[in-house]
């Protein structure tokens, strides 16, 4: 069997060294704050957080980049497409995760408080307040604004509420979302905030930064209107990627990142040994086989791949035994081609559950970095051959 590292330092002897020093906490922090901050309700990415993450990438001096292109609000679709290589539609690595955040619609209001009903899964059990806004879109300003701040709260009957804290009358057009400032311990490493899932966004956007000076074909598909609510069928969440996903040629490899969940609740698993700053996790399914799936080809290179990147500071964990949810790029990834892997960052309280959602960031530093690594695999002959059969 072929060693990957030393296919990877083909493509550039320093690249480990690259890693280390352009990849690090800070860094992904600079990214992660102003972007975990601001608001985006599903349907509101392009005027939130794509404005955002556009500035960010302006501000580091690489959106001008011959080999970049960043479009931030694809065809009007709401999705990102930041791709990077000269080809239009040929990318041989989909890089997927979602921008936009859990939220609610605001029904007509009953006893001076308003029901809502969830453009999500509602995990928020009775008796638990948690602070939150509601954003309008104003046609003066052309930006979304703040219409009015209080609490969703859930009653024994499971129908929840949003309690103003003013007077202004709140309306249907309207969408409810937490508000929660990201905090960042350094000494752990634990962040909290609105994680789900700009933490995997951003690992994927470094991760570009990167791969931007090097011979590849990706499209980071950056989606808005994955979170949906809960039905019987795939599609009644993970709505958004498949706008974009369509239009472009079938890809090698598939690479979907989401939170992967660390807690035992719900019926839902956390995996057996891994824990939070132990590093990026993988998982061969989703959501028991329903969402994406990875081929046994594919798997044996990623344990392959993680036994090799862990002396170099890359943490890459098998995530046994864990749950792992569907998300946009599994779900839209597999209509599409068989090769998927499912990465993501161990997560708590992904829909602010019992608390703001937490992660680590020694994860998603070594997420980012493995990422770099796959996209550069997916084009190596070894690739071709193990996971293509070419
Ligand atoms: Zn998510």
């Known amino acids: ?37 601001t608001a985006a309700p599903s349907q509101t990415v392009p005027w939130t957080r794509a404005r955002v993450l556009r500035q960010l990438i302006e501000r580091d001096g690489w959106l001008h ?41 605001i029904e007509p209001a009953v006893g001076g408080r308003y029901p809502l009903t969830p453009l999500c899964y509602h995990f928020i059990p009775v008796g638990r307040r948690v602070r939150s806004q509601a954003l309008e879109y104003s046609l003066d300003k052309r930006e979304y604004i703040v219409a009015g701040y209080g609490d969703i709260v859930t009653e024994k009957d499971g129908t929840i509420f949003f309690e103003p804290e003013g007077k202004q009358p709140l309306r249907a057009g309207q969408r409810v979302c937490f508000c929660h400032e990201l905090t960042w311990d350094r000494t752990t490493g634990v962040v909290q905030g609105s994680l789900d899932d700009i933490a995997g966004v951003v690992p994927l956007v470094l991760a570009a930064s990167v791969l931007k000076d090097y011979d590849v074909e990706v499209l980071f598909a950056l989606s808005d209107e994955e979170e949906g609510p809960a039905g019987a069928g795939n599609q009644t969440f ?13 890809p090698d490899l598939v690479f979907d990142v989401d939170g992967h969940s660390a807690d035992s609740r719900g019926g839902k698993a956390a995996p057996d040994t891994l824990k939070p700053g132990q590093g990026a996790s993988f998982a061969e399914k989703g959501s028991q086989g329903r969402g994406g799936i990875t081929p046994p080809t594919l798997y044996e290179l990623e344990r392959k791949m993680a036994a090799e990147l862990r002396p170099l500071g890359i943490d890459l964990q098998e995530n046994v035994g864990g749950y792992v949810s ?37 994860d998603l530093v070594s997420l980012a970095r493995a990422a770099v690594c796959y996209a550069l695999l997916a084009h190596t002959d070894l690739y071709r051959e193990v996971v293509l059969a070419r």
Request: proline residues 5%.
């Open 1 to 37: 069997m072929t060693d990957i590292v030393p296919l990877l330092n083909k493509w550039d002897p320093m690249l480990f060294n690259r890693l280390r020093e352009e990849i690090t906490e800070d860094r992904l922090y600079s990214y992660l704050k102003p972007l975990s901050d």
């Open 65 to 105: 980049h011959p080999n970049v292109h960043f479009d931030g609000n694809y065809k009007g679709t709401g999705n990102v497409a930041l791709t990077l290589g000269p080809k239009f539609t040929e990318k041989r690595v989909w890089m997927i995760a979602h921008l936009d955040e859990v939220s609610y619609f």
């Open 238 to 250: 993970c709505r958004g990627v498949a706008r974009v996903l369509n239009d472009y040629d079938i």
């Open 326 to 362: 569907r998300t946009d790029g599994g779900v839209n990834g597999m209509m599409r081609t068989a090769n998927v892997v499912l990465l993501g960052y161990l997560s708590s309280d992904a829909h602010y559950d019992t608390q703001p959602t937490t992660a680590n960031m020694k």
